[in-house]
Each structure stands twice: as C-alpha cells, then as structure tokens.
C-alpha cells in the first residue's frame, strides 16, 4: 500500500476493553498496533487512542474519579516525543468515555487522520521555510525548480528580511549537490581586515596572529555551494579576488602561492542597487555580469499580506517551545491590525512580533497589543485637517510606488519625482522603511 493511504492507529494501555471492536476498525481500513505506554515511544501512527488518568489539579490533588476516558490524539508520522503530558496536550483532539459509541468513534478516528495529514503538510512548509500561497510565491517555488537544478550562479535581490537565505538553501536542496555542504557568509557582517582570510583561508605565519593554518569558506565548501550575502558591501580589492576566483576555479590562501582547485555553485544575494553602484564605480561590473547569470527576486511582505495570517501562526509554533509558552491564536483585532501594516522589516518583523506576542499574551489568544499594534487599527477621533489628508496622501504614494518598484529604489525615487536622499527621508518620515 502507497505511504500516504495508510491508516494507522496506535492503541496505548487499552486491551480487552478494544478487542470487541478492534476487528470493525481494522474493517474499516486501519492499520492498528495496540502496546503499553512504555511502548509506544518507539512507534509510529497516523492517529493515537490513549488512556487518561483520573484527573489531577495544578498541587497533584486528586480532584475526582471518572471513567475510562480515552482521546484520539495526532503525532504527525513520527514516534510519539515526550511525556505523556506532553502527547495529550499537544495533540488532543476528542476524548470518549466507555463503553464505546462504535459509530461516532470511527467518525472521530477519520476527522483525527484529516488532522494528522494537515499537520504533516504544515511540518513539510515549516522546513522549506518559503511558506505562502500567493501568486509570487508560487511564482517564487516555481522559478527555483527550474533554476536549482543547474550549475550557474544564481543572484537573489529583494529587501531586507524577505528570506534571501531561505530561497539559497532551497536552490541548495534542490541541486545535485544537495548531499554537499552549504556554506553561508556574510560580507557585510566581517570586518574589512578580516574577510579576505574568512573567504578564501590563510597559512600559517601569513600574518601576525596566524598561529596555523585556516581553510576559508570558499575551500570548506568544495562540492557544494557557496553563498554570499550581501555581496554588494564587499571591498573592491576583494571584488577582483572573488572574479579571478570564479573565472579561474582556484584560489590562493593569503601567504600561500599554490593555486587550489575548488568546485562549487556560487549564489549571492543583495538588498541594495547593483546597477547604480556600477554605474558609482563601488562594484566591478565584469563581477556583476559573473554573478548575474540567473536572477530571483524575493517579494516584500506588502505584497502579500493574504500570506500573513498563515506566515504567524507558522511563527506561533516555531516559537513556543523557545518561550516557555504553548502555540496561541490571534484574536481578530490582532489578524486586522497585521493586514494593515506595511512591513518594512518583511517577514523578519513579522517573526519577531510574533515572538514578542508569545511572550507577552495573557490569555488564550494574542491581542494587537501584544504584537506592538497598540492603538493603530482604531483611531480615537478623526482629523479632517489638510496636514493630515497631505500626510495620507504622502503615505499612500509611497506605497504604491513602493508596490511597483520594490526592486529598485532610484527607480522608485524617479517616479515619485524626488531625489533617492529625500526618497529616503520620506520613508522614515512615514516609517515605511
């Protein structure tokens, strides 16, 4: 039988009371495994029926006895993780009480696999990471299964924050070097000093400090691939040393004079204008075309905010267990308030407002406030003044500017008719950017 048609039921510390009806379940298409608790840790299951003890208040006081109560709980095709505890709560679905109401426990058991497969789907997104169902993202998928597959250098543009790493480690997966290794650095982030050592390694003695030798990021990702962030702010010393790199296929350590042969598939990815720092003499253009072989563009968050609702939750349950707090909710104003901004940080604002409403959320939902949203989706009068319709007005170009040039702000600039540093000021004026 094909994976995704079984039906699996893992029955735990339920024995002769499951026996007269375990042959209908199986009838009805389940794979059943029945095992003590102490067994169970070690199977696998689509669906899970569990005993519950008597029930216990928060000081381990008995507070009454009730019947056998069983609960058709969810691990998502993995062995059951944890406590009992644990199980229960993560996963609780429906409880029944004995003796069985035969129909309605097979109704339960089918609601609970539709469950069970809704989660594995969540799981598979949560791992690729490039979570979203609007039309650019799945452009965006798309795209990167024709282009990951190839050997060509691959430059990632878009803004901050809209997962410029996360689309590399895809094009990563879905290449022939995908059992390689995956070498990420950051060429904004490591001193000027520093980086021509940290890509392409040093000898022992090359300088002071060089106490041995040191494999650059470069060599240790030899059959796999390398990725450059933000390449735009590498020094331009370094710009010809990168080129001569990926012309040649070698590299020289700094104080070495043996060219070394390395193979890998080079993606870089930048925030900024690359045409207008050639154009500024800040970036070599022969470095340019090298690395614009193929091109994706990552679109801001502003773009698609029907994304947002399912982009949080994901971000509630990635966050939990880091926060000490269970998954929650949003409550509607929360849900309103997060359609309505603009996100200029994209999707790693919209992370961290998350993070933030976990941690501060006091009851069984996240509330606007929470999220920082105090008082932005409900004004407390209006303001018919002229300032403020200028102000709206101001606002609203900018966004709409923003929709249509996302990927090139002189161009942006031009057709607002300002200069890039007054653009600039009023993006900050507005809080966009």
Request: charged letters at 25%; proline letters at 4%.
């Amino acid at each position: 039988m094909h994976r995704s048609m079984l039906r699996r039921l893992l029955v735990v510390d339920l024995f002769d009371e499951f026996n007269p009806i375990a042959a209908e379940v199986r009838s009805a298409g389940w794979i059943v495994d029945i095992c003590s608790l102490d067994e169970a840790f070690d199977r696998q299951a689509d669906v899970g029926l569990i005993r519950l003890g008597p029930c216990l208040d928060s000081g381990g006081k008995l507070l009454r006895r009730t019947p056998m109560q069983w609960i058709a709980a969810l691990p998502p095709d993995i062995s059951l993780d944890g406590s009992l505890g644990l199980f229960v709560g993560e996963w609780c679905f429906d409880f029944h009480t004995l003796p069985f109401d035969r129909p309605r426990l097979l109704v339960t058991l089918g609601h609970a696999l539709g469950m069970a497969a809704l989660r594995r789907a969540e799981q598979v997104d949560g791992g690729d990471e490039l979570l979203g169902d609007a039309p650019c993202m799945r452009e965006l998928r798309k795209l990167l299964g024709k282009l990951g597959p190839t050997n060509s250098p691959v430059l990632i543009r878009g803004e901050s924050g809209t997962g410029k790493e996360l689309v590399a480690h895809a094009l990563h997966r879905l290449s022939r070097r995908a059992e390689q290794a995956f070498v990420a650095i950051n060429c904004g982030a490591i001193p000027e000093q520093l980086i021509q050592s940290e890509l392409f390694g040093h000898e022992k003695g090359a300088f002071t400090g060089a106490h041995q030798r040191k494999i650059g990021r470069i060599e240790s990702a030899h059959g796999g691939t390398l990725f450059l962030d933000e390449v735009g702010d590498l020094p331009l010393d370094l710009q010809a040393n990168l080129l001569r790199f990926l012309q040649e296929g070698q590299i020289e350590r700094v104080g070495g004079n043996q060219p070394i042969e390395v193979n890998v598939r080079v993606l870089a990815a930048t925030h900024i204008d690359l045409e207008q720092a050639v154009e500024r003499g800040r970036f070599r253009e022969d470095l340019y075309y090298r690395l614009n072989v193929l091109q994706v563009h990552t679109s801001p968050l502003r773009e698609r905010l029907e994304d947002v609702p399912a982009l949080a939750r994901h971000f509630a349950r990635l966050y939990a267990d880091e926060v000490g707090r269970r998954p929650r909710s949003f409550s509607e104003e929360a849900l309103r308030a997060m359609g309505e901004y603009a996100w200029p940080g994209n999707v790693r604002e919209l992370a961290n407002r998350v993070r933030r409403g976990l941690v501060l959320a006091e009851g069984q939902q996240i509330m606007a406030q929470d999220l920082g949203f105090r008082g932005v989706c409900v004004p407390t009068s209006l303001d018919y003044s002229l300032e403020n319709y200028k102000m709206q007005a101001e606002k609203q170009a900018l966004s709409d500017v923003l929709r249509r040039y996302s990927a090139n702000l002189s161009h942006a600039a031009r057709a607002l008719g300002v200069s890039r540093p007054t653009f600039y000021r009023l993006l900050n004026k507005h809080q966009i950017r």
